[in-house]
């Protein structure tokens, strides 16, 4: 449809939660009534609080959680996938398209493989190459693109750093040639420096291969330096969303002011001038009414104490959405 | 007053099937009691290697140089080897925050479980206390529902739950050094101010003294009272973190500064240190930092000057090639 690349339309991820076999079964929202359209060649950005949703969304766009109400659309360049509705050919075919960076580089890489097949097997299992010669020279384009040495291909993930693992589940991820990326942290544990390198890859490949990227991370100067547009989750619900250096200059929601004020200063004699958040972290499994982030808000309004407004996005700029309870 | 841990011209080294890897070469480092010793570098350059020598948890294909010494509480901890002793450093005296959440949670045993197991093991205390203990420890690092949490599996939790569930489990022991290995980062920016006035609290309480890896140099710069800058396995520069952040001698933690994006000036391009890192296998002889230094000049280039840190300010410690070459450069 047009330049949108993903249509997420009203989706809700919900997990059950029981306490014991006796107990009533709860529901986790992890993922409330999500609406977002990602642009062809965007580099879109997810900030926002831990366990607010972010990795659940990315993995519900990519067909990998369930999603419990509304749908995700991938506007591919002959047709629409509709990941609510997809047989197994079309998941297939998808799989091709859509690739994870992972955010626990530790966790995503099998110990007994080594990393030439840890890179190789997304080409082998999707048969996307036809000889092992053809295997391995993808696996060295990619491994030299993303800063690995021909001697790392044949070692196990165990005899890596951190930073070393990030560099391939980024190169696995990249090797299919896939056109959507979501990557889930994936500059985080690297050192400021192989970071900067990294992202300018990321943005490199970006024109050379025509890439769209879901870029989920906590680094907000790093997001505001490589995407376009940036939303703002909390508790299951983006409490707003605009161009990025629109929403950094002038962010119109508490919880967006509170983040940004926490971005820690490289001056130690400036320790401590966040607005520091007090109050009861709301539950994923009781979120309260009205503005979910009313318990830790440091200057409500009075209508959203009693929170009857209900939230929504609504638009105060060309392109600049906020919580409509914020807003009043 | 002697040091609560003081490590002496440490080397390690992994022997692999490629041969014999130097991974940490030559490290000296203190931690006073109450004190937080930062330690920032690239990636690979043997930070995690260095604190878990501390515990001496690195694998089997590991070897320490013989005149090495670890002291922790006048005791020099790579001369353990007993049950009793190691149960000192692992979990007892010592707890490390693993940079990999997922790897130290167990899978198939819920959070609160090992929570509780682990202060059995090193307090005298009964299951009910250690429940109270862990769940107030959760409650403290900003986990709601701390009760219903204790009861999920590690890969119910989003990753920075999983990160502070692990920060409460090893603070939940109130060990003596706590060795943090990229413990926030994880963490949206809010919850790390929360967690990183938590352990300056819990330190002031217990007087505990911290090794705290991070790259990033904002934390740093909240945190560390001293900081040591690693590449490729050597301490390069250390000093008092407002002399490091602010006075930066050496050539790789200037380009560490210079590359940190800044969110004041977004038209700035992001500079990466140029060059690529030698591999272990090969660590470049004399400045382990002369392949991708802009200084270098030909003596630091050869490796004739072997690597040595001097005092260029009280407590600020350089490597002595790098002020070499800085000035010739
Ligand atoms: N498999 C699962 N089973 C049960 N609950 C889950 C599962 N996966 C996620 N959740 C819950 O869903 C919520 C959102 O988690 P998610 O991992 O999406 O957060 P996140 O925004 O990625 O956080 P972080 O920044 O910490 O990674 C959390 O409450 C989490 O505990
Ligand atoms: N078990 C092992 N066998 C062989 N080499 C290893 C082993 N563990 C670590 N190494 C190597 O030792 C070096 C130092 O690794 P370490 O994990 O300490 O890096 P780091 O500084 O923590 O990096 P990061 O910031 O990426 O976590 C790396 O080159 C790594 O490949
Ligand atoms: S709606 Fe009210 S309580 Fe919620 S963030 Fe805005 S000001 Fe705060
Ligand atoms: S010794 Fe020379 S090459 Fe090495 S860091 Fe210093 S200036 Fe650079
Ligand atoms: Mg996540
Ligand atoms: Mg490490």
């Known amino acids: 449809m047009g330049d949108n690349l993903i249509s997420v339309n009203n989706v809700s991820v919900n997990f059950d939660y029981q306490e014991n076999f006796i107990s009533k ?26 366990g607010s949703g972010k990795t659940t969304l990315g993995r519900a766009i990519l067909g990998a959680n369930k999603i419990s109400s509304g749908n995700v659309i991938f ?126 890859l990321l943005k490199h490949l970006q024109s050379e291969l025509n890439l769209t990227y879901l870029f989920i991370s906590h680094d907000l100067s790093v997001v505001a330096h490589v995407c376009d547009v940036v939303a703002v989750m909390y508790l299951g619900h983006i409490v707003e969303m605009g161009p990025s250096r629109e929403l950094f200059k002038n962010p119109k929601h508490s919880y967006t002011k509170a983040l940004l004020s926490s971005i820690p200063s490289i001056d130690p004699e400036k320790r401590s001038e966040a ?54 | 007053m002697s040091h609560l841990l003081e490590v002496k011209n440490l080397d390690v080294k992994f022997d692999t099937d490629e041969g014999r890897i130097t991974a940490v070469e030559n490290i000296s480092l203190s931690v006073d009691q109450g004190e937080v010793l930062g330690i920032v570098g690239e990636s ?32 020099n901890v790579l001369q353990f080897t007993s049950k009793q002793d190691l149960k000192k450093i692992r979990g007892g005296k010592v707890s490390m925050i693993f940079q990999e959440p997922m790897a130290s949670f167990a899978p198939a045993i819920k959070i609160g479980a090992q929570m509780v197991e682990q202060l059995l093991i090193h ?17 403290r690092v900003g986990i709601a529902d701390a009760e219903k949490r204790f009861n999920q599996y590690a890969f119910e939790l989003s990753g920075g739950m999983r990160q502070r569930a692990m920060i409460a489990m090893a603070l939940s022991t109130m060990p ?32 505990m003294g911290v090794i705290f890896i991070t790259h990033d140099l904002g934390v740093i710069a909240q945190v560390a009272d001293h900081v040591a ?22 050539p790789y933690t200037k380009g560490l500064l210079q590359a940190l994006p800044d969110i004041n000036n977004l038209d700035a391009p992001l500079s990466p240190i140029p060059g690529n890192i030698p591999s272990p296998l090969d660590r ?7 392949t991708r230094c802009p200084h270098h000049n030909p003596e630091g280039k050869d490796g004739k000057i072997e690597m040595k840190l001097i005092e260029v300010e009280p407590g600020h410690w350089v490597d002595q090639c790098g002020i070499q070459c800085g000035q010739n450069g």
């Open chain 2, 176 to 207: 003596k050094l706590l060795l943090a290995d990229e413990p926030t980062t994880a963490l949206d920016v809010t919850i790390q101010a929360q967690v990183i006035n938590l352990i300056k609290d819990i330190i002031k309480e217990y007087q």
């Open chain 2, 229 to 250: 800058v690693m590449y490729l396995g050597s301490v390069v520069e250390k000093g008092p973190v407002n002399e490091i952040l602010k006075n930066p001698k050496h």
């Open chain 2, 44 to 75: 690979g350059s043997g930070k995690s290697v260095t604190a878990k020598s501390i515990m001496k948890l690195n694998p089997g294909n590991t070897s320490y140089n013989e005149d090495a010494e670890i002291i922790l509480d006048n005791e």
């Open chain 1, 75 to 200: 506007h591919d360049d002959e047709r629409d996938y509709d990941l609510t509705n997809m047989n197994k050919q079309d998941l297939k075919e998808y799989r091709k398209k859509a690739q994870l960076i992972f955010q626990d580089p530790y966790a995503a890489l099998s110990p007994r493989m080594t990393v030439r097949d840890i890179i190789a097997e997304p080409l082998e299992v999707m048969k996307i190459t036809n000889s092992r010669q053809e295997t391995d020279e993808r696996v060295r384009d990619i491994a030299a693109k993303c800063r690995l040495n021909i001697e790392h291909l044949r070692r196990f993930p165990h005899a890596f750093s951190g930073g070393q693992r990030q560099r391939i589940s980024i190169a696995r991820a990249l090797v299919s040639n896939p056109k959507f990326i979501v990557a889930d942290e994936s500059v985080a544990a690297l050192d400021v420096s192989i970071q900067a390198d990294i992202l300018n």
């Open chain 1, 25 to 50: 079964k709860q529901k986790i929202h992890a993922v409330n009534n999500i609406n977002i359209k990602i642009k062809k060649g965007s580099f879109f950005g997810l900030v926002g609080e831990s």
């Open chain 1, 275 to 328: 607005i520091e958040l007090k109050g009861e972290i709301p539950s994923a499994l009781n979120p309260p009414p009205g503005c979910v982030f009313r318990t830790r808000c440091p200057n409500p309004g009075i209508d959203c104490k009693g929170g009857e407004i209900t939230m929504g996005l609504t638009e105060v700029e060309p392109g600049h959405w906020v919580d409509q309870c914020c807003v009043l």
């Open chain 2, 284 to 290: 470049p002889t004399g400045c382990v930092f002369r």
């Open chain 2, 123 to 139: 307090k005298n205390i009964n299951k009910d206390e250690a429940k109270s203990i862990s769940i107030n420890m959760l409650k």
